[in-house]
């Protein structure tokens, strides 16, 4: 039995966040960084998608703009706590740091400290990490709001008023129920809109 040793050599270990932005990964597919690991994920699906741009249209009824905020989808958020990197589906902070003012990082991430709102619409591949992992990331940033969309499940939540690594408020609706967004948005949100039903 022959064994290959590996000599050690002066060159640095490639950190994770080098490694995930490195990797040639097929069209269609996106890396995040959650609980210190790599994970990739395939494009969603219309529904997904259509529900996605459900959620963008109505906080844009809110007024962002007057109220120097903007909303972005497939934006990469650094948690700093952890290092984690989440690409959520659609992402609203200030309109000046998703233009870069203030910012040094990279072109591609912004803090999510600085985030006003999050949403995630859950896919068969991201139940756990949207329920669990994420809410527990986005609470460790701070993060006001974060509202989870589960079409398979047929329910809406809103995680408000972060503390360490949990929020302290949830609101669980089924299709039939709705949750209201506080300011700066002060908008409700009804589940079966945001759920929409596919033949």
Known sequence: MTCAVQERTDEPIMDLHTLAESLE???????????????????????????????????????LKAKGLRAVQ????????????????LVVLPTALVRGQGWDGPSWIRPAEEV??????????????DWTNKTKGYAQAGVPLYLVIDPKQDEVALFRQPEG???REVTRVLRGGSVRLPQPFDLKLEAADLLLSFS
């Open 74 to 89: 497939v934006l990469t958020l650094e948690i700093a706590k952890t290092g984690d990197r989440y690409v959520p589906d």
């Open 25 to 63: 990964l097929p069209d269609g597919y996106r890396v995040e960084i959650i609980n210190g690991s790599i994970t990739v994920s395939p494009t969603p699906s219309a529904r997904h998608a259509d529900i996605v741009t459900e959620v963008h249209e109505s906080v844009l009824e809110s007024g």
């Open 116 to 129: 006003e709102l999050v949403v995630e619409v859950v896919s068969p591949s991201s139940a756990h990490h």
């Open 165 to 167: 690594d949990e929020y």
